[in-house]
Nanobody
């Protein structure tokens, strides 16, 4: 089992930036992809961004495409989410997830989450 731990959340004003980190540890780390998801109060968990680990192809939720960037440091088994021009609607608990490969390609490990609050 892979263990994931997010960090970097906080309370910021609209327009500010934050960088979230997610460090993986445990058994041999070789995901198909790593993703960021978020859950706002009273809402379900939603996809934000993902990166295919081998090759680095990325995918984003439309509303964050121009503002968020997902990246990785392979040597550190770490995935990042650089968030810029934050909006109040970005307020949520952010989770990173490990997507396994064949045959199910499921997200099978999650971190405990990090709170991001955007408020004036």
């Amino acid at each position: 089992q892979v263990q994931l731990k997010e960090s970097g959340g906080g309370l910021v004003q609209p327009g500010a930036s934050l960088r979230l980190s997610c460090e993986a540890s445990g058994r041999t780390f070789s995901p198909y992809a790593m993703g960021w998801f978020r859950q706002a109060p009273g809402k379900g968990r939603e996809f934000v961004a993902a990166m295919i680990w081998n090759g680095g192809r990325t995918h984003y939720k439309d509303s964050v495409k121009a503002r968020f960037i997902i990246s990785r440091d392979i040597a550190k088994n770490t995935v990042y989410l650089q968030m810029t021009n934050l909006k109040t609607e970005d307020t949520a608990v952010y989770y990173c997830g490990h997507q396994g490969g064949d045959p199910k390609y499921e997200y099978d490990s999650w971190g405990p989450g990090t709170q991001v609050t955007v408020s004036a």
